[in-house]
T-cell receptor
Framework: DVKVTQSSRYLVKRTGEKVFLECVQD?????MFWYRQDPGLGLRLIYF???????EKGDIPEGYSVSREKKERFSLILESASTNQTSMYLC???????????FGPGTRLTVT | QQQVKQSPQSLIVQKGGISIINCAYE??????FPWYQQFPGKGPALLIA?????SEKKEGRFTISFNKSAKQFSLHIMDSQPGDSATYFC???????????FGQGTRLTINP
């Protein structure tokens, strides 16, 4: 059974703080993704990675960076959190390509 | 051209009725069209997917109908049940692409 875990379910941070969101998958998947989910906007891709140390920008990368030092772990970094980054953040993984993505439960981040 | 437009934003259906959610796209290079189902507090999960070489795919009570000429695809849920109440997302990807483009989501409520 594929499992994608995210480090926190809820997180409250202050404006300007550096924020780390971590995601771990246990199925040796090649691809990992970070999305943010906002009402009425669906899921928007922030960054994805198709191999260790490889990353590609998604549709809304501004204000975010990522790190993938190990195959099973993909981190999302908010260098200086802002209130407009308050959102639900979802991590996903897939064996290869965009197909059959497995999602974690999400982290609801509030920036005050 | 990278967008997938989903409607309606919310839908209420009586138990036993048919739920229909629609998606439209512009990019004719899209060749994979999945639907994801998300329950409250959970990440989305793949429900059913179709490729453009077929016009319909059925899995239990869930059917995708695909109209290539109209660049539209839809999800039909037959005999809708309260347990189907969830948010549904359509998505699309291009051949060779590593990522999905998601629709805006539809919150479906099935009244008992």
């Amino acid at each position: 059974d594929v499992k994608v875990t995210q480090s926190s379910r809820y997180l409250v941070k202050r404006t300007g703080e550096k924020v780390f969101l971590e995601c771990v998958q246990d199925m040796d998947h090649e691809n990992m993704f970070w999305y943010r989910q906002d009402p009425g906007l669906g899921l928007r891709l922030i960054y994805f990675s198709y191999d260790v140390k490889m990353k590609e920008k998604g549709d809304i990368p501004e204000g975010y960076s990522v790190s993938r030092e190990k195959k099973e772990r993909f981190s999302l970094i908010l260098e200086s959190a802002s209130t407009n980054q308050t959102s639900m953040y979802l991590c996903a993984s897939s064996f290869r390509g965009p197909y059959e993505q497995y999602f974690g439960p999400g982290t609801r981040l509030t920036v005050t | 051209q990278q967008q997938v437009k989903q409607s309606p934003q919310s839908l209420i259906v009586q138990k036993g009725g048919i739920s229909i959610i629609n998606c439209a796209y512009e990019n004719t290079a899209f060749d994979y069209f999945p639907w994801y189902q998300q329950f409250p507090g959970k990440g989305p999960a793949l429900l059913i997917a179709i490729r453009p070489d077929v016009s319909e795919k059925k899995e239990g009570r869930f059917t995708i109908s695909f109209n290539k000429s109209a660049k539209q695809f839809s999800l039909h849920i037959m005999d809708s049940q309260p347990g189907d109440s969830a948010t549904y997302f359509c998505a699309a990807s291009m051949k060779g692409a590593q990522k999905l483009v998601f629709g805006q989501g539809t919150r479906l409520t099935i009244n008992p």
